[in-house]
């Protein structure tokens, strides 16, 4: 069964800094990987899927790197701002789950004027 | 498109109740989802759909649930009788079945469900 953790559980930086969140999955074989933003009362959103044939993906400040033979990704965000300020959560789609996602369980960050 | 829409968006019930979450997916997507977060548990699926026909519901935590999707616009998750370890937010979510590799699922804002 896939199990998808993530470290640190929250992280506190000051604005400005360059930091990055980790994901790590037991089962390798797997088709996509996503990071997703949610914030406080509301649903996830979607802010990166990786395909397993791919090793990164950008948006803006925002890049994912994912190494599926050590089963690991990690979300890269430059500059951090305030607004970053949010829980981030990897989820794993694998080979034969169907459309299931699983998710692990998020990294709290706080990104401080 | 108005994304995922949930109602309610707040529910405070007593145990023992019947209790009613609503989805309406966004129009296209033939794939829904129901999730239940909590502070202990995370987020967890429950049961889904694939062409509003029930695909895996190994989620569901037991009888008390059940989740039905009559027809492309619309699935209701019921808890009967409710108990308060019921109480977390229940998210619904859609998606599109392309094969392409890249369908992300769309979430809803949540129910918050408060079982007293």
């Known amino acids: 069964k896939q199990e998808v953790t993530q470290i640190p559980a929250a992280l506190s930086v000051p604005e400005g800094e360059n930091l990055v969140l980790n994901c790590s999955f037991t089962?390798?074989?797997?088709?996509?990987l996503q990071w997703f933003r949610q914030d406080p009362g509301k649903g996830l959103t979607s802010l990166l899927l990786i395909q397993s044939s791919q090793r990164e993906q950008t948006s803006g400040r925002l890049n994912a790197s994912l190494d599926k033979s050590s089963g690991r990704s990690t979300l890269y965000i430059a500059a951090s701002q305030p607004g970053d300020s949010a829980t981030y959560l990897c989820?794993?789609?694998?080979?034969?789950?169907?459309?299931?996602?699983?998710f692990g369980g998020g990294t709290r960050l706080m990104v401080k004027p | 498109d108005a994304g995922v829409i949930q109602s309610p968006r707040h529910e405070v019930t007593e145990m023992g109740q019947e209790v009613t979450l609503r989805c309406k997916p966004i129009?296209?997507?033939?794939?829904l989802f129901w999730y239940r977060q909590t502070m202990m548990r995370g987020l967890e699926l429950l049961i889904y759909f694939n062409n509003n026909v029930p695909i895996d519901d190994s989620g569901m935590p037991e009888d008390r649930f059940s989740a039905k999707m009559p027809n492309a616009s619309f699935s209701t998750l019921k808890i009967q009788p409710s108990e308060p370890r019921d109480s977390a937010v229940y998210f619904c979510?859609?998606?599109?079945?392309?094969?392409?590799?890249?369908?992300?699922?769309?979430f809803g804002p949540g129910t918050r469900l408060l079982v007293l």
């Open positions: 989820a794993v789609k694998d080979n034969n789950a169907g459309n299931m996602l699983t």
């Open positions: 089962d390798s074989a797997i088709y996509n």
């Open positions: 979510a859609s998606s599109s079945l392309s094969g392409s590799g890249s369908e992300t699922q769309y």
């Open positions: 129009s296209g997507h033939n794939s």
